[in-house]
Each structure stands twice: as C-alpha cells, then as structure tokens.
C-alpha cells in the first residue's frame, strides 16, 4: 500500500520521555511517516529497545544527526533536546533548507522568551540566534492559532506554562490580573527526564513532596511573558514548583486577586465563554492529574470568594504539556484537524 | 455522516473498573457503536460524570438494565458484573433473543469453569444456568481463536489465567507440564475494584505487598482447566496471588519442573513458534509492568536451568487481563482484524 | 517491678490512625503508662488486632468509654475523635473529675478556634460547650509554653496549621505580615483517616494530585486567628489544601508580601533567632516530606526576593501535626522534658 | 555527663542506606557510641547533610578509613560496603588489632558463602581471605545465637535469605524440606542502594514490578546452605526476586512439598514452637510489608494443602534484613539484651 500525502516527520533526540511520547503519538497518526529519529547515544539502536512499550511496533532504529538529509526528506522536524541546542540546530535546519517549506517545532526552551536578556538570565545561557526569535511563535494551541497555522517555528509552551496559562488566559484576556499572580505547580518525575539522579532516585522520591528553584525557575518568564500580551495591567507572576510523588502530571493551583470584583457565577461564565468549544479543555468541578493521565486534556475549575480567586488545572505533562501538544500544533500547521491523532482519553485508573 | 455497519453494544454493568475500560476502548473503536450501558446505582448520569476520563466524550447516560430492549437494540452485550449475577441475566439475554443472533461476552467468572461442583467449591455460589456451559467458549484469544470466532458465548478469561496461561501454554501444548506447577502473581489494586475497602485503603495499600486467599484463589482451577485441555501428562497448578503497591498489571512468575529436558535455547525456539506472529505477545528479556500498562500486550520471558524453568509475563489486568481481551474477542466474532481499537501501546512511563 | 510515678494515660477513641499514632509513641514513653484505650466499633478487641504494627507490642484491649472510671484511674486523657464529639466528652470529664486534676488533650477541632461563630461556619456544628474555650489552650507547642504548662486542656492544633503557624509566627511575630497570605500545602492520605472513601481509593489516590475545599478548609480559620494573636497588621490567609499520592506528610508553601522589605539573610537570620535552640524544628535548604516522615521534626526554608517571601515547611501529619505533638504538650504539662519518647529521626528513606 | 562502659562503635562505609540505617539505631542506643564513620566520597562531611533525617542529630562528620585509628577507638566495626571490598578490609582490621579484641560485623556478602568456588560463581570475584570463613559466622540471630556471642567476625546475613530462612527454618530443623523449594521475593527499591539507576528511576520504577537475576540471584546459595545445616534430606532452592515499586520491606513466598504429610494444625503448632518466645518473629495470618515497616520484625503465616506448604514471611529489608539484625548481633556479641535499642514498633501507616 502506498500512502499518499503523509506528512515525514523527524525527531531529532528522540530517546528521551518527549521523544518516546512524540512516537507514542506520531506512530499511529493516520497522516504523518515518521522517517528519521536521531540520537547521539544509541545510534543504530532499534526504537523499541530503548523505548519498550513501543518494542515490534516500529522498525525505526535511532540514527546520527545528519541535517541535510533531514531536511531533504522531511516535512517537518521536531526537536526534543537539552536547553540550548536548538540555538545551533534550528538556523542550521533553516538554513539547510534553503526555502524548502519545512516546519519545526522546538519542545525545548530556547525560543520561547522574546528577550534575550530574560533568557540569559534563567537559563545561564549566551542566546545564540536571536534572529529567529521574531518568527518562532509560542505553540499553545488554543490561544494562538492563526499565528501556529501560518508559522514555520513554533516553539511548544513548557510544562508548568501550558497548565499555568490555561488556567490563567480567561482572566489576562479580561484584563483582571494585577498585583501578586501566585502559581503553585506540583510535577510527577517524568517531567525530569530519562537520566536518573538523586532527586529522581525512587527510595527519594517515592514518598517524597518538596519545593525546588523557588524564585528561580526558567518557566516563571515564561508565563509573565504570555500573559502580558494580554493583560495591560501590571501585574507579577510568582511561580514556586513542586516534586510529588507521581510520575506523570501537572497540578497548578493559582491565586489571584481580581482587579475588580467579578460574582463567582459570572466568572464560570466567562471561563466558559473561552472554553466550551474547546475539544483540549474541560472545565469541571474539581481538576485531578490521574484524570488526564495519558491523555492531550486540561481539566480547569474556577472558584472565588470576592475579589479572591483560585483556578485549578490539571495536565499530563507529556501531552498537552509537551509532545501532545506539539502534535496539536504540528496538525494546524498542516491544515488538518487538530485533534487527529490525539482523542483517547486518559487511561484512568 | 450516516455510519454503516457499525456493530452496536450494550455494556451491563458499566460504572465498574472493566466498564470503564470497555468505554475507553468501544467509545473509540471504528466498527462501534455503543448504544446502552446500564448501572444499577447509578441511572440516568451521564457516563462522564463517573468515569472522568471519559467527561465531554460521549453522551451516554447509564440506563436502567431492560434486557428486552438490550437484546433488540444490540448486536453484542458485555457484561461486566459481579460474580454470581451473569448466572441470571445470561439465560435472560438468550431468551428474550428467541433466535435472533447475539454475542454475549461475560467478563466475569461465571461461565468460565465446566465442572459445576468446582465452581461451586470457589465461588461459594450454586451455579444454576449450567445448560450454557457447554457452548460457553473461553475466551483467550491467542489459544482458542476457532471456538471464539463461532461462539455466541464467550467466557472471557480471569486477569491472573491470562497472564498465567499464556505464560505457560507453549508447554502445555508440548505435554510438558508434570507434578507441581507454581504461580506466583501479583497485582495492582484496580483489580478489586472500584468499592473502596481496607485493602485498597491508600494509607494501608501504597506501601504494601501482600499475599491473599493462599491455596483457595479461584483462578487457580480456571487455569489447571485450560492447561488439561493441553496436557495430557498429570500436573498440579498451585496459584498465590499477592496485592502489590501498583494500580494497573499482573505479573506473573511460574516455576516448572519439566517432564524432560529441553536446551534453553529450543525452549526459547519453542516459545518463540508460538508467538512470533501474535501481534500482543512479545517475548522479551525482562518482562515489565510499567511497559505494558494501559495497553493490550502480554510481554513473556523464558529462562531454563537443566528441567527446571522460570516463565515470566505482565500484562494489563484491565486490557489484556480483561476489557482489552474481550474487544479482541469480540473483533473474532463479528469477522473483524482482531487488533482494531487495541493497537495503541502502553503509555510507558 | 513496680513503676513509681508513671503518668497513667487513656486515650478516647484509639481505633484511628491518631490513636495508633499515639500508641506507637505512648507505650514506649519512659514516663507514662497507658492503661485505657476505647473504641466504640471493637471493644473487646486486642489492640495489636487493629494496629497490626502493635501486635505483640502490648496487652490492651479496647473497652467501651466510661469516662467515671477514666477519669479515675487516669492522670491525662487524650481525645482522639472525629469533629463534634469533644463537646460532649470534655464537659463529661471534667465534671466527673470533680475537682481532682486531670489533663485532657484534644486532637480534634472542637476547642481550637475560640469565636464559636466562626466555628460554627466551618465545621457545620452548633458550639455546645462555649464555657471550655476560655481555659482551653493552643497547644501549638514552641510558640505556647508557658500556657500549655498551666492548662488542664490543650486544643492540640490541625495538620495544616502546624505546618503553615511553625512556616508564619517568626513573621507574624515581627509584625510582617499584610495583604493576602497565601498559603498551599499537600497533604498524604493518612490524613483522611481510617475509613476507606473513594478519595483514598488506592487505584483513585495513587497516581493523583487535587485541590479540595477550596476557600473552605476548616484550618483556614484556625491559622488567621493564631497568626493574629502576634501580628497586628490587617492580613487575609487563603488555605488551599491539596491531596497528593503519598501516606505521611504535609508539604506547605507560603507566600506573602511583607509590610516591609527586609534583606534575605537578615530574614534568615530572624528565623534563625526564633528556631535555633528548637529541637523539633531545623531551617535547611529544602525541606522534604519525605525526610521527616516518622518524626516530630519540622523543616523550614525561606527565601525571598525584595519584599515577596516563599516560606517552605515539612512534618509529618501524624507526629509533628498530629499526634507527636500532642505527647510534646503532654510531657510540657507533666513538668518532663518535652522531648520525651520523641527523639527518634525519620525512617528515610 | 561521662558516660561509662559504651561500645565505642565504628561504621567502615556509611553513606549508603545501610551506613544510615545503622545510624539511625546506634545513634539512640543506650549503650553505644559511635566513634567514626568513614566514606570515600565524603570526607568531612557532617553526618546528617548526607543522611538527611539526622540532621542536627548528631556531630559526626565522614572521615576517611584509617584502618589503625579505628582499631585503637573501637570495641566494634560495622561494614556496610559493596561486595569484595571486606576482603581486604577485615584482614586488615584483624591484623591491625594485634590480638586486641575486637568485633566485626559485616553486612556485606563477602564472608556469608563458606564455600569459595561457590562464591566465586555467583559474586564473579576472587574470594582473596578464604582463611576468615572458617571464623566467620553467620548472623541469623535467631538460629545462631550460640555461634554469634561467640564470635568476633559475624557475616550478617543477606536481606533475602533472612526473609527465606526465617520463613523455612522450621521446616529444615524437621528435616522436612525435599525436592524443589521454589521461593518468590519482592523487595523495595531501598534494596538498591543509594547510587541512582534505571532500574530505580523513578518514572521507571513507580509503577513496575519484575524479576530480575532469574537463577543467578548471589542470595539463592546462601539459603541453600544454610538450610542444609539443619536439613539432611536432599532439597534444592530456587529463588526469584522482583523489584516491586515500594521503597522498604521484602515479602516472601515460599512453597515447599514436605518430606511427608502433617496437618495444618500440627504444622502451625510446630512454627508456633520455634517462634513464640522470639521477640521479632510474630505468627500472623496475614504477614505485610507496611506492617513491619521500620522495624526489626518478621512476621510469618503458614497454610497448608496435603504436603504442599506455603509460607509468607515479611520483613523490612534495611532493618530485620539488614542494619537492625547487625545491631541484634552485636548486642549478643556484647552480652547485652538483643532486643536493645530495637524495640520500636513499625511506623504504619
């Protein structure tokens, strides 16, 4: 059988958690080939040795990094790599293109802060192309369609931000933040990555809940900066991340003082106004990870007491905090359905 | 879209855990349509209010059981019920039938075991609709496909006989089964349930490990059933299950001690004749639960010393285990691709 | 051999994880024998049956409730009983006491807010013994000496509190505090109790992450009115509680935006005035649920950045906000060293 | 304070989660003071920046192995090393002491195997000191306590043969034991030591269970030989161990087919004989990893069909299978009460 107008699709670092889910999601869309995953450690290793549940699903097998070929023979390119190396790969894939129409979605953080100085900061990090930081559009599909349609980069939103911004973009929308924004995220392990280390290490981590890169964690602008092109007040984004003892999931519980007092009922409506035709998002009583485990869904609730309010979300962090998402994103920029390849459910329990 | 063909289904007893599972699976399959799923507790909710992870996806509401209406309206009926009550409904569906073609798969116990007097050793109950056992065919797949594809009953198989039998068929088939057969298995807590009890209490269960009903499991005669269907030579199966700390799997560990001695390597063969073209059988070096979870697969490893041998296998105990084994069933029946709707992978990690 | 001037000790309504709680701790204390425990559900019953860990460990038997005799034969009773029920006993007990001194403490919320409106709004229970809240004293131990060594009842404090009051009072006690106070913590699931719910569902619990009583929790209360006690400023506590997938410990995180800024390192050193000579409380860098889990520490962290400060503590519920601190009070009322029967660590991992 | 006639004890490796579960008891026992506690990695290191829940507890910093200091401070050496390195250390000790007494206890496997070629098969090493395993005894306290006050070189035993053995002895000291004796194990990620893996990666190992080292596990013959001083018949052990995703506790499961028949109850009475005067083995009918979680306990049920016997034992691994054992022995060695400084009870849930 020969397929007609699948679309190729590369995926450069593609041995780690976002790699194994962009497979898990790409390997069975009706229109994607998936025709080139690349790995520095495990070149010619077959996909499902390293990736087991996908084991005599795929005859892949991971392959070097050669840009050029990558580029001739696919339409488009993710990235799931380290911070920092896209800054070398993505003007290399552009450039080897050479105006070929190709289209890359970066699920790393260094094209999602428009200010260098901002990323240099958080990330510690000399921002090498900020050239195309004009053209790479923030991929969180439900606030930024027309711009993901059209784009050629799309840098895919981080995991705290998606579950952050969701719960959030009704309110910026309406212009009601102002003063403290206080966001508190609790993430399951595999938001850490394949490589195992202490905080990782499951006698630790099983039984464990703490805080970490309170003040400091890179995500933080990333939120400021999204809400910001909605919200005209001033208003400040503090973000404090948490490890729970799960291993897939994004839990966000968000306070807000409201600019101006809004009854309860009229903000569920409002929320609904933004929400209801949203296939990705649900909004229900009470939000709950284990939920929307497995799954591309954010579950959101709404509660305020006067001017107080707090929103609750709950992701997967793999899927619509990462390579779900990125699929999401990769369908608009196809012109096809958005949700292909992307409406089963969570696998609860 | 007007949709042809579709096979239409009923679930009876949908709010249950294999319920659920059912929905998660049938709610997605091409060739279905689900078009009543009944609840005792809780009628006329809709069914995404008690199975979350299906919220926003489907409009079913749970009905009252009307087996009249189930038996017109339906082409296949799943019963998903305690043990004990498809003794009733069974010969009901059948009745109200009068003649006109119907599928019937029963994921509980209560046509799975032929010598009545077994049955009611076990289960404790008297088994009065012992004029179905004869046409009742057991359901696992991979070793009975012929009787599932010409059934009209289909006894789906026990979460610990799957894991157990395919584990241990390959020697079955060869009459290398002698003297005592041991099973070790240990499962995640959804296998209880979704009625909250001490033992899946999350403070007494999460950090636990377990055995239970040790010598009187009734799984136990279920497997030494179907492995006689096999081997001829005299064997006894003695099954412990344990409650491990995990929600979804069983894995299991058999020791046998073979009638002869084969190599390691042509009992690897040997294995490997039977499932190398078994799309959800996988022999692996080191089978896993995490893998498997949430998908259809059974991974299987075989290690020998001299005649004895250690089979390992996991699978899903509610989708190889239970609803995902009774969709593949179902797929024999109505002449579908036995994969269809099951072809996804676990969503490791 | 006889034991001279052993603190005698029941307990009311010991069936409980607070009252396993306080066996663990109690039938090893040097100084104190216990010699009642009561139980409504399993009188009769050995006590090690119930408290599975205890097995061996002691010769009790739970017996039915006769506060006439308790109160003879006790020096200090611990109520360790769902909301509502102290209301009856503590007037019982003091009115058979007949003038003989007795200590009583509670681990309930009866006594513990002192505004019976208040009271009466969170916990949906119409105050019966108003007449007890005057002698009645927190017993939120480092920050409550002097009164906890005087009283005859001590209204031992909530989880959440302990955790967020031992995180606030060097602020409050600066007067720091204004504006909203933000104050998120996770709980594990031992703090729901004995009773199986399909909230502790072990296949619901185990993977999952929720707010729950949101702009509700009965503990909101409790912490605006012992932060007032010390900080004159006007400021508002918003409590979110929040279940995660573990057994022991409650995580919390503060924020607030002081009256005034203070550099961080005097900030550290103030908390380091108030809690260096404290045994049970340790500033680190990162607390860690699981690190204290088993013990009656405390660990706090603060960082700020200008005048936003984030304030991290971890205790175990059961010990530090349960039942630990509880025994800390009781050897503070006895005139023993309040370490007593409490210096064990944490089992970690 | 002077404190008169301590143990003066030392800890060769103390870093790992044996060096602190060791510190955890001998820390708190009254007749102990821990002198020196060395590591390679971490010198001059204060005790509890490693070993978190110590924090604050202890003024110990890690030195490094200066074999002749710690022989002139001690009375006692504990080792908690990997395999193959007491090879060189316990000559060393012992050469080091010149006839000084001095006790070893190794909680390494160097010394348990008194046969070296069978050493050398399953540890893959060299056995260089074969003249100390004459000396050596093995310190299953509760079946050696003769041999172990003794000593001056106890080789503590395994984590899983101390669950296996403790749940066979009787069987073996009734020359019971024939054929095959198949036992199933289940430990804890804490078995795993402190160095991260993927193996124990959280996101791995959350939900997983598997066997591992199928008919190779270093722990299988060491209950064969053990079990063979006491049982003349001939009988051949298979062990299988699974990683199970909690953090503590092995679970055993045991079936042996008995020399010839007894009834259940003779059977019981029999266990009932060897054990109810043992402090920390409890006949249950349930044995739980949670239950004696934290603690030096082993409890153990035993059911039987005919001659087929199944008998479950639970222990925790770092304590009973591991440091509280060590310390069981060392009071004997020392002519104390064993139970010292080890009566705590589990710290479920």
Do not use: W
Not at 67 to 85: N, R, T, W, Y
Not at 150 to 170: I, Y
Not at 229 to 256: C, K, Q, Y
Not at 324 to 336: E, H, I, K, T
Request: proline share 5%; with cysteine.
């Amino acid at each position: 059988v020969v397929k007609f107008k699948m679309i190729k699709v590369s995926i450069i670092g593609a041995t780690g958690y976002t790699g194994s889910e962009l497979l898990r999601l790409l390997l069975f869309h009706e229109k994607v080939e998936v025709v080139k995953v690349t790995s520095r450690s495990d070149v010619e290793v077959p996909v499902g040795q390293i990736h087991r549940n996908l084991y005599k699903l795929t005859n892949l097998k991971f392959t070097e990094e050669d840009i050029e070929e990558i580029v001739e023979i696919s339409d488009a390119v993710f990235l799931a790599l380290p911070h920092g190396q896209a800054l070398e790969k993505i003007p290399a894939i552009f450039q080897a293109a050479k105006g070929k129409p190709i289209r890359v979605l970066d699920l790393g953080g260094d094209f999602r802060l428009k200010d260098t100085q901002v990323f240099e900061k958080y990330y510690k990090l000399k921002h090498t192309a900020p050239e195309f930081l004009k053209d790479a559009v923030y991929g969180l599909t439900e606030f930024n369609r027309e711009g993901i349609q059209k784009s050629n980069l799309v840098a895919c939103p981080g995991c705290f931000p998606t579950g952050a911004l969701l719960a959030l973009f009704p309110l910026a929308a309406e212009n009601l933040l102002t003063g403290d924004v206080i966001i508190n995220s609790a993430t399951g392990s595999s938001g850490s990555g394949t490589d195992p280390s202490e905080g990782t290490h499951h006698p630790e981590r099983a039984f464990d809940y703490k805080a970490y890169n309170v003040f400091s964690h890179r995500h933080q602008p990333e939120i400021q900066q999204e809400l910001e092109r909605f919200n005209g007040n001033p208003f400040e984004v503090t973000l404090t991340t948490h490890s729970a003892p799960m291993v897939r999931g994004i839990f966000t519980t968000v306070f807000a003082h409201l600019s101006k007092e809004i009854p309860e009922s009229r903000l569920k409506d409002l929320y609904c106004g933004y929400y209801e035709n949203e296939h990705f998002i649900r909004l229900v009583d009470q939000p709950r990870s284990a939920v929307v485990a497995g799954s591309n869904f954010c579950d959101v609730s709404v509660v305020s007491r006067g001017r107080k309010v707090i929103i609750n979300s709950a992701i997967d962090n793999l899927v619509k905090g990462g390579s779900g998402q990125a699929v999401q994103d990769m369908n608009l920029m196809f012109g096809l359905d958005e949700k292909m390849g992307l409406t089963f459910p969570g696998t609860h329990p």
